[in-house]
C-alpha cells in the first residue's frame, strides 16, 4: 500500500510506496496553513483508505468461490472492489457528525474514503480536496494496473505484496527470465508479482530435479533433501513443491494453494485444522518410533507451522525457497558431474532448459 506522511518541514503531505528495490516518495501537495494533528489525520486517513483499497487486490474475489452467491466471502470482496467508484462521493461528500450521531459504512473502502472526507472537511480548501481525490484516483489506478499484470509506476508496489492469484502475463514473463538464467535473478523480485513469478519457479524446479534426479539416481521429490546434506538448504517447501509436482499438481495449484494457507494463518485462520492435527500426530509418531526423549519431542513440535510459509510474507518468501531449491538440484548435480564448476553450470542450465521447455504447457 502507499503510506501517507506530514513533512512538517516544508509542510507538505508526502506519499511513499515500497518497489522491490527500496521506497519511493513523491509530495502530493504543499498544504495550505494546518495544524500538525489536522495533516497527520488526513495522512493517517488516506494511508487507511490505501490499505483497504490494497487489500481489493491482495484478496481477490477469485480466490474465495463464487462472487455471484450473496452474502458469501468471494460476493463481499467483490463488493468491496466495486466500492471503488463510492470513494470520490465518499470524500467530496462525507458524513458528518449529527445530533442523530455519525453514519459508519461497514465497507473498509467507503468508510475510509469518508473518514479522509472528514479530514478535508476541517481543512475547508476546495483546490486541496481536488488536489486528493486526484491522488486516491492514481492510487486506484495502480491497482487496477497490477490486476493486469502491469507492474510500472506506482503498481510496483505489488512485488511486495501476496496474492493467491497470479498473471498469466507475468507468469510468462518470469518464465522467460528464468529461461535466461534457470537459478534466479533479482529482477525476479523487482519487476514481478512474486506469486506469478513462484509459478514459474515452481515449473523450473520441477524441471531441475528431475534432471539432477537422473544423474543423481534419486527420487526427483528427495534431491533437495540429498542436497542439503552438501549445503544448508530450505529443504521443507522445495520438497512439498516437488511432491505435488510428481503427483500430478500443476505449478499455478500448488503456489495458489500455499500462499492462500498463509494468508488465512496471518488473519488467524486455520485453512486445514485436520490437516494440522495429522501433521502433529506424525510428528508424535516419529517421536515414539525413534524413542525420543521429551526434550527432543518438544524441540521437534516446537519447529511445527500451521503455515509453511512465512504468513507476513508468503509468496516472497515462497519464491525465495524455491530458487533455493533449484540452487540444491545444481549442488546435486554438480556431486555427479565430471569438470570444472563453471562447465558443470552451463551444462546444468542447458538440460534443466531442455526439461522446462519440453513442458512448458504445464505451467498453469
Known sequence: MTRYAFDAGRNALVAIWATGRGDLSETVAVLPPVTSDQATSLASNLTTLSRFQWRTYTHPASAAGDPDVPNSEAWRRAEERRNFKEVEAGIRAPHLPTEEGLIVSYSGVVESAHRVGRALHGIDIETLTDVIVSEVEREQAAIESAELGDLSGRSRQAVEMSRPDVSPAQVQAAHELLRADPLGSLELFTELDPASASVAAAHWLYAAAEVTAEIADVPAAEVVVEADDIEALQVQTPTLVLERSVAGESPTEIVVDLIAEAIAVSEGHVPSPWGVVARVAEIEEQARKYEVDSATRAAMLAEFRISRLDPVRPALDLLEDLLDGIRGCLLLYAAHSAGDDD??????????????????????
Do not use: M
Open 343 to 364: 562447465a558443470i553450470e552451463e551444462q546444468f542450465a542447458v538440460d534443466v532448459r531442455a526439461e522446462a521447455e519440453a513442458h512448458s504447457d504445464q505451467l498453469f
